[in-house]
């Protein structure tokens, strides 16, 4: 009922920059956080940054201070701004969105972007 689509994913050297964006469509009137998980190579999915309709706001330790989530409600999309990468950033980072009463993470995902940040 609600597509995700993510743009903004590549590749970038250890301390550069990337910006993600999720732009949201469908039955979006329902929703009310959206964020960022990240899954590397056999290793479990994790949530990196969420954020409500009222931009409050959740991060992962490990991205504190260096990862931003923003959110555009006239537009439906999400950003999520990355600054001094690390080679541990490396995943796919995917979308997601949710209800007000729906559990973490929400019911809906995009398919995903790719990051890799090597030398």
């Known amino acids: 009922q609600v597509r995700l689509v993510e743009s903004g994913g590549g590749l970038v050297q250890p301390g550069g920059s990337l910006r993600l964006s999720c732009a949201a469509s469908g039955s979006i009137f329902s929703i009310y956080t959206m964020g960022w998980y990240r899954q590397a190579p056999e290793k479990q999915r994790e949530l990196v940054a969420s954020?409500?309709?009222?931009?409050?706001?959740n991060y992962a330790d490990s991205v504190k201070g260096r990862f931003t989530i923003s959110r555009d409600n006239a537009k439906n999309t999400v950003y999520l701004q990355m600054n001094s990468l690390k080679p541990e950033d490396t995943a796919v980072y995917y979308c997601?969105?949710?209800?007000?009463?729906?559990?973490?993470?929400?019911?809906?995902w995009g398919q995903g972007t790719q990051v890799t940040v090597s030398s």
């Open positions: 997601n969105a949710g209800g007000r009463s729906s559990g973490y993470p929400g019911g809906s």
């Open positions: 954020i409500t309709i009222t931009r409050s706001t």
